[in-house]
């Protein structure tokens, strides 16, 4: 993964990263915006998703979602989180499947709330009704799906583990919104990498080093 990146950076530099550097420069406009008194009506309607919000109007705000950090953090933790891993994907992935898995990432925490505040709190996957007014978890879902998809992609199984046992221990001793979410995304990639791995056995298109070849 290295060798691929460093590559793609000395060959085209930023050139190399569009996805990526948009992505940080729209979230750090967002955080800007959201934090002004003319700018932050604006950016919930338009980036703004919660379960109480009508389906349609959720997923129309999804994709934007993914730039409007939370208020209640540190924007440089989510531009740092969105720079190295939005760029691992981006060059090793390509941009199409980048965008696609940080996409499902983000839409399966946004339904996951609906499903969990449905079932209600009694429910061992279910949400109190009071998660419905919270704003979804941004871009952190995207980055944890990519973080995933990155490590089974790469054979990467210790750090994989490492990261999803994280996200466990984090939703254990602070369980809310944002970290049930996170496991969603982490089961919706995992869903995508199972039936990669069954289409690839079935079609016997392994790579001789065991790695799917890269696509910059």
């Not at 941009?95 to 839409?107: E, G, K, P, Q």
């Not at 704003?135 to 952190?140: I, L, R």
């Not at 879902?141 to 990467?156: E, M, N, T």
Request: aromatic share 6%; charged share 15%.
């Amino acid at each position: 993964m290295l060798r691929a990146v460093r590559a793609a950076l000395s060959e085209r530099g930023a050139r190399a990263l569009p996805i990526t550097l948009t992505a940080v420069f729209l979230t750090a406009l967002l955080q800007y915006a959201q934090n002004q008194p003319w700018g932050y009506r604006a950016v919930m309607d338009l980036g703004a998703v919660r379960a109480e919000d009508p389906l349609v109007a959720a997923l129309l705000r999804t994709p934007l979602s993914l730039c409007v950090p939370a208020l209640d953090l540190p924007v440089w933790g989510a531009l740092g989180q969105i720079l190295v891993v939005f760029g691992l994907a981006e060059i090793c992935l390509g941009r199409w499947r980048t965008l696609l898995v940080a996409y499902v990432a983000t839409l399966a925490g946004t339904l996951y709330a609906r499903v969990g505040i449905a079932l209600g709190p009694k429910s061992f996957i279910g949400l109190p009704a009071s998660d419905a007014v919270i704003v979804d978890t941004g871009p952190s879902a995207a980055v944890v799906g990519l973080g995933v998809f990155l490590c089974w992609r790469y054979r990467a199984w210790w750090t994989g583990g490492v990261l999803v046992a994280a996200l466990v221990v984090e939703c254990v001793v602070k369980d809310n919104l944002a970290g049930r979410e996170h496991l969603a995304a982490v089961a919706a990639v995992a869903v995508i990498c199972a039936v990669l791995s069954r289409r690839r056995r079935g079609g016997g298109g392994h790579s001789p080093s065991g790695v799917p070849p890269i696509q910059s």
